[in-house]
């Protein structure tokens, strides 16, 4: 039986008080399948369930149209990209040059706007101004969503394996899971490069 945890809680404290309040307001039961919450400077604030988007209004109303949903502002755009950068984006160049960052809980937050580019290191990316939306993928949790793979591949011994899907298939999900449940029986060794595993899933943690 698989148990999904959403880690939506760990992004209310990115939100101005408009935003969050509408998030907040949507239906526990709707609110915890949210995959994204989707920002676009002087546009509507929506969300993103099963691939669908839906629009929310100021009382946490879904809603397949435009009508009363929430206007995200500049000032809603600057706010939250700022603090998902801590106030201090000098500190994050690799994140910034990649386009998303990894914030509390394991969700991303990533980021559009103009490119400013270094023409003393090839023209890589140094900033982003002027950003213009805001797309924020919430993590989470599927607890037993590798029982399958874990019974066929891991029964007698460890082995390789090449998980692949195409985006948002639940390749961090699953891969999540599976590293949970390895360190269960083996002693396991997570490379974490962008910060998603061990910033979600405190069990990893303990194995680690």
Same mark, same amino acid.
């Given at each position: 039986?698989i148990r999904e945890v959403?880690?939506? %809680?760990y992004v209310?404290?990115l939100l101005?008080p408009?935003?969050?309040?509408a998030?907040?307001s949507?239906?526990e039961?709707e609110?915890d ?5 989707r920002l676009?400077r002087?546009r509507?604030?929506s969300v993103?369930?099963f ?11 879904l809603?397949?149209?435009i ?15 700022q603090?998902a950068?801590?106030?201090?984006? !000098?500190?994050f !160049? ?6 998303y960052?990894?914030?509390s809980?394991g969700?991303?937050?990533g ?7 270094d023409?003393a290191r090839?023209?890589?990316v140094e900033?982003? %101004? *002027?950003?213009?939306?805001?797309n924020i993928?919430?993590?989470r ?9 874990y019974a ?9 394996l090449?998980i692949?899907?195409p985006?948002?298939?639940g %390749?961090?999900?699953?891969?999540r899971?599976l590293?949970? %449940?390895?360190?269960?029986?083996w002693r396991?060794?997570?490379?974490d490069?962008? *910060? ?13």
């Amino acid at each position: 039986m698989i148990r999904e945890v959403s880690k939506i %809680k760990y992004v209310y404290e990115l939100l101005t008080p408009r935003i969050r309040g509408a998030i907040m307001s949507v239906p526990e039961i709707e609110r915890d399948r949210i995959q994204e919450i989707r920002l676009r400077r002087g546009r509507r604030l929506s969300v993103t369930i099963f691939s669908k988007e839906y629009f929310v209004n100021d009382n946490g109303r879904l809603m397949n149209n435009i009508g009363d949903s929430v206007q995200v502002a500049t000032e809603d755009i600057e706010t939250i990209y700022q603090r998902a950068f801590q106030n201090s984006l !000098h500190s994050f !160049h690799r994140e910034i040059a990649r386009g998303y960052i990894t914030v509390s809980g394991g969700c991303r937050v990533g980021f559009c706007g103009t490119a400013v580019l270094d023409p003393a290191r090839s023209y890589a990316v140094e900033s982003v %101004k *002027n950003i213009s939306s805001l797309n924020i993928r919430i993590a989470r949790e599927m607890i037993g969503s590798s029982d399958e793979i874990y019974a066929k591949c891991f029964s007698d011994k460890p082995m390789s394996l090449l998980i692949a899907s195409p985006p948002s298939g639940g %390749k961090t999900t699953v891969l999540r899971d599976l590293a949970r %449940k390895l360190g269960e029986r083996w002693r396991v060794a997570l490379i974490d490069e962008r *910060n998603e595993f061990a910033a979600t899933v405190q069990v990893s943690r303990k194995i680690l």
